[in-house]
């Protein structure tokens, strides 16, 4: 049977009930049952689903449908059947503190940016919201993002009420609501301090200062809006301490403290391009050195087991100064040799043509071809073939 009387949703009233009493009053042919009434939240206002137990069944899936709770289970359960439910409260609590630090940074961008929320989603890491800003901006300067996050998190310091409840047609026409309902009857509000209320039939804890520290992970474009990204409570806690942990371990790596470290790092990065720089200097005057020593006519030719591509590339600009200069060059490529052929301006033959006469793979032009060797004769066959020109 689908058909059941709406549930009495528990956790409307007492957002902190973990444990409560229940009948079965229907059963899907999937299994899925309806309760009379339940603490179990069902997925919905992005807001993901509580888990727990009925009658020690894990709760695997909550879904309301028509004011209907229905529950997934792993049991098989019989209409009018009594149950014990229990919530997983840690995972509850959790999403109490994303949901409410969520509305706090929704409020909060709202009075200060106009930015209206479009969108939300309570992740298993972390949790995002998007906005539609005026003027069509999709990001916050990191000045803004700081004066945003000073706010909530200053709301949050200052633990006002939360608040849900609710109110009559007449109230409800009047309340000074961020959004307005979409729903046209029993509509359910939730007021934080002074500075949020809007229709939420979400679970929430009864005091801001509960909802803990509010961090922003990013502010980018999406599809058009601008998505925030946070952390809240015990998740910013983590967030914090995974942090700290990595900023400690860059400082100690680099001998420095913790607020040095970014400066530590830029100096250590710059001395270690200025000794790459120097060694592979070091390295081209070898080369150079040797190619000079077995120059025969106008062509350089030699194999450079210590070279890279960079370094052949060095030696060839400084050899090919000499106009009649023809420079071929191999060096320890991935899986086979690598070869650069260069000539000065006035040095015979095309070096593309000579790269794929003596059978390496690659191109480029008639002064300048790279690529690489079948083998190490290759290299051999581009001299004979150079210095016969
Ligand atoms: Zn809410």
């Not at 409560?20 to 179990?40: K, N, P, T, W, Y």
């Not at 706090?104 to 961008?109: D, S």
């Not at 925030?228 to 995974?242: I, N, S």
């Not at 190490?376 to 073939?385: D, F, S, V, Y």
Request: negative net charge.
């Amino acid at each position: 049977m689908n058909g059941a009387a709406e549930t009495d949703r528990l956790y409307y009233d007492n957002a902190y009930l973990r444990a409560f009493e229940a009948r079965v009053i229907a059963v899907r042919e999937d299994g899925r049952i309806a309760l009379d009434r339940s603490a179990f939240y069902p997925t919905s206002g992005g807001q993901p689903f509580d888990t727990g137990t009925l009658n020690g069944a894990r709760v695997t899936g909550v879904e309301v449908e028509n004011g209907v709770v229905w529950h997934e289970t792993d049991a098989a359960f019989q209409a009018g059947e009594a149950v014990h439910g229990e919530i997983d409260w840690p995972r509850r609590w959790d999403h109490m503190q994303q949901h409410a630090g969520d509305h706090m940074l929704a409020g909060a961008a709202w009075k200060l940016f106009g930015g209206v929320t479009i969108g939300l989603h309570l992740g298993r890491e972390n949790s995002t919201i998007d906005m539609d800003l005026p003027g069509g901006r999709t990001h916050l300067t990191d000045e803004e993002i700081n004066t945003l996050e000073t706010l909530v998190n200053q709301r949050v310091q200052r633990d006002d009420p939360i608040r849900c409840w609710f109110p009559d047609p007449g109230e409800l026409a009047i309340l000074p609501l961020r959004k307005r309902p979409t729903v046209d009857s029993h509509v359910r509000i939730v007021a934080m301090g002074d500075y949020e209320m809007v229709p939420c039939g979400g679970t929430h804890p009864s005091s801001t200062g509960q909802i803990g520290p509010i961090k922003i992970l990013s502010c980018a474009p999406s599809r058009g809006k601008m998505r925030l990204c946070f952390v809240a409570g015990m998740r910013a806690v983590q967030y914090f301490q995974q942090t700290a942990a990595c900023a400690e371990r860059t400082a100690a790596a680099l001998s420095s403290g913790v607020t040095e470290a970014p400066e530590a790092l830029l100096r250590e990065r710059e001395a270690h391009m200025a000794r790459q720089k120097e060694a592979s200097q070091r390295l081209t005057q070898a080369a150079l050195e040797i190619l000079r020593l077995q120059k025969k006519g106008s062509v350089y030719a030699a194999h450079l087991p210590f070279a890279d591509r960079d370094i052949l590339l060095s030696a060839a600009q400084e050899l090919t100064k000499d106009p009649s200069a023809v420079v071929l060059l191999s060096c320890p490529g991935k899986n086979s040799p690598a070869l650069l052929f260069a000539k000065g301006a006035e040095g015979s033959g095309d070096m593309a043509a000579l790269l794929r006469a003596c059978g390496g793979k690659g191109g480029g032009r008639p002064d300048l071809a790279q690529g690489s060797a079948p083998d190490g004769e290759a290299l051999k066959k581009a001299a004979e073939m150079a210095e016969k020109q």
